[in-house]
């Protein structure tokens, strides 16, 4: 269904499809996760030692007593 909404032109056939994409969704109960557990960071070019976190149980900061300033 997917790639029949992707390939069809005109308007009225493209929202029957997505009509029928969200019908088959919701007839069976495909998991839909409610959030997203996101987390966004930002870091000047300046700071070094800055690491990806290791595992999912720590945060970003985990090795901020590593961190130095250019």
Known sequence: ????YL???PMEDRT??????VRHLSE???????????LATMVGHRVLNVAAKPSQNQTTTWNAHEWDVR
Request: charged share 15%; aromatic share 8%.
């Open 16 to 21: 029957e499809v997505g009509r029928q994409i």
């Open 7 to 9: 390939v069809t032109i």
């Open 28 to 38: 069976n109960i495909v998991v839909m996760p409610a959030f997203y557990d996101v």
């Open 1 to 4: 269904m997917i790639n029949r």
